[in-house]
């Protein structure tokens, strides 16, 4: 059964310091890994999106890693602010239908305090 | 951000109406998706369709049911909401998928359903 875990489930951490989600997938065929970011009450916004051939991809204060042999991923979130306070949600895509079908994670919700 | 909306934004109901919820995009995009979403849970896919005249079934079974007569709309209906319909409700669209191209997704902001 094709699975996406997240942890940790909730993170709670001071504005200004950094912190690393964790990912870890059985999704095969693999096609790619994205993460995104769902604010309350929001639809999900893509960070970023990594293939096999990718290890690491940055999107401003935000880089996603990737290690296709053990099937994991991290997103790490540098100088944090207010305003990531949200849900990061892992998701992978399967090679293996026309639909891409997307495998969702659960998501590690964020909490930045001031 | 994408343009695809959805309406209403939230919506409490009393059980055993008939509801629609409202999906647009304006993007062109040839497939569109429903997700269904509980506090804290993942995104499950409950419809989806790849163009005009087509829908198939997610892997969620939902007893709502859904129509793409436009390109750019894509309505959900439940014709006897009950309690246990109460969720999150999310619209997506994305544009085929070409050889070695990714499969993005777009979301809608979602419709928060109470049926009471």
């Known amino acids: 059964k094709n699975q996406v875990e997240q942890s940790p489930q909730s993170l709670i951490i001071l504005e200004g310091k950094n912190c690393t989600l964790q990912c870890n997938y059985t999704v095969s065929p693999f096609s790619n890994l994205r993460w995104y970011k769902q604010d309350t009450g929001r639809g999900p916004v893509s960070l970023t999106i990594m293939t096999f051939s990718e290890n690491t991809k940055s999107n401003g204060r935000y880089t996603a890693t990737l290690d296709a042999d053990t099937k994991q991923s991290s997103l790490h979130i540098t100088a944090s602010q207010l305003s990531d306070s949200a849900s990061y949600i892992c998701?992978?895509?399967?090679?293996?239908?026309?639909?891409?079908?997307?495998?969702f994670g659960r998501g590690t919700q964020l909490t930045v305090w001031p | 951000e994408a343009d695809i909306y959805q309406t209403p934004r939230y919506l409490v109901i009393g059980t055993g109406k008939k509801i629609t919820l409202e999906c647009s995009q304006t993007m062109g995009h040839d497939k569109m998706y429903w997700y269904q979403q509980d506090p804290g849970m993942e995104l499950h896919l409950i419809h989806y369709s790849y163009g005009v005249n087509s829908t198939e079934k997610g892997d969620l079974s939902s007893e709502s049911t859904v129509s793409r007569i436009r390109t750019e709309h894509f309505p959900l209906t439940l014709e006897s909401a009950r309690p246990s319909h109460t969720s999150q409700y999310l619209c997506?669209?994305?544009?085929?998928?070409?050889?070695?191209?990714?499969?993005?997704?777009?979301f809608g902001p979602g419709t928060r359903l109470t049926v009471l």
């Open positions: 998701v992978v895509s399967d090679r293996g239908s026309t639909l891409g079908r997307l495998y």
């Open positions: 997506a669209s994305s544009i085929r998928r070409l050889a070695g191209t990714y499969n993005e997704q777009f």
